[in-house]
């Protein structure tokens, strides 16, 4: 079964705190997503990769930056967290090319 | 980004038909799609209708594509408690590295 996992499902962190959440796919995609979730908004592109060491910003990448050092792994950094990003985090992954995205279960990150 | 729209709750009888109902605005999406959320996950890929055709089956969904327009609905039959998520639409203008989705819309069953 394929499966995107998230690591943490819940995290509290406090504003000025570094943050980082990680993702890991297990189905050998090409393309890494990472999305934020928020109430009528829907979801709003963070940051993609389709590649190794390969990034690129999406529609709100500000406060945000992103690491992908191995093609299963891609983690999303808050540098100093702020209390507008409480949110639910979501990652993607898909194979080049196709247009299905596999989700992970998301990470509700809550910054006081 | 890109608008794709959609309202933000529906609540039907259980067996009831539902129609949620989605606008974008990418001319160019070769593909348009439907997404569903259930409580406490992550979103799972319904179904999908390429740009070329009308109407797309699949067992209860029917999904109704109108290019003038640029409305895509998606219509469940015999609506049952399961099928209480979010439903978010999305397209993909340019080759499946950007996916833009709409608001999600709130289906609430009742029995």
């Known amino acids: 079964d394929v499966k995107v996992t998230q690591s943490s499902r819940y995290l509290v962190k406090r504003t000025g705190e570094k943050v980082f959440l990680e993702c890991v796919q297990d189905?050998?995609?090409?393309?890494m997503f990472w999305y934020r979730q928020d109430p009528g908004l829907g979801l709003r592109l963070i940051y993609f990769s389709y590649d190794v060491k390969m990034k690129e910003k999406g529609d709100i990448p500000e406060g945000y930056s992103v690491s992908r050092e191995k093609k299963e792994r891609f983690s999303l950094i808050l540098e100093s967290a702020s209390t507008n990003q409480t949110s639910m985090y979501l990652c993607a992954s898909s194979e080049l090319g196709t247009g299905e995205l596999f989700f992970g279960e998301g990470s509700r990150l809550t910054v006081l | 980004g890109e608008d794709v729209e959609q309202s933000l709750f529906l609540s039907v009888r259980e067996g009831d038909s539902s129609v949620i109902n989605c606008t974008y605005t990418d001319s160019s999406s070769t593909y348009l799609y439907w997404y569903k959320q259930e409580p406490g996950a992550g979103l799972q890929l319904l179904t999908y209708?390429?740009?070329?055709?009308d109407m797309k089956q699949d067992q209860r969904l029917t999904v109704l594509l109108n290019k003038k327009d640029k409305h895509l609905s998606l219509r469940i039959a015999d609506t049952q408690t399961g099928d209480s998520a979010i439903y978010f639409c999305a397209e993909s203008p340019d080759n499946f590295n950007k996916f833009y989705f709409g608001s999600g819309t709130k289906l609430n069953v009742k029995p």
């Open positions: 189905m050998d995609h090409e393309n």
């Open positions: 209708i390429f740009s070329n055709m």
